[in-house]
């Protein structure tokens, strides 16, 4: 849920990204885990699709 509450987006948003491929993310047992620096690396991709 921290990666949602960073990008200030919804837990299911959050997994559609994480289906679709647009977040790396890997299990860790049950849980989904997503590296900060993944999480840097779609906010930048998102910035420079806006900012063309």
Same mark, same amino acid.
């Given at each position: 849920m921290q990666a949602a509450d960073y990008l200030n987006i919804g837990r299911t948003r %959050?997994?559609?990204l994480i289906k679709s491929g647009d977040i790396?993310? /890997?299990?860790?047992g049950k849980?989904?885990?997503i590296k900060r620096e993944w999480l %840097?690396? /779609?906010e930048a991709k998102l910035i420079k699709e806006q900012s063309y």
């Open positions: %959050l997994f559609a790396r993310s /890997y299990k860790n849980c989904r885990r %840097l690396e /779609y």
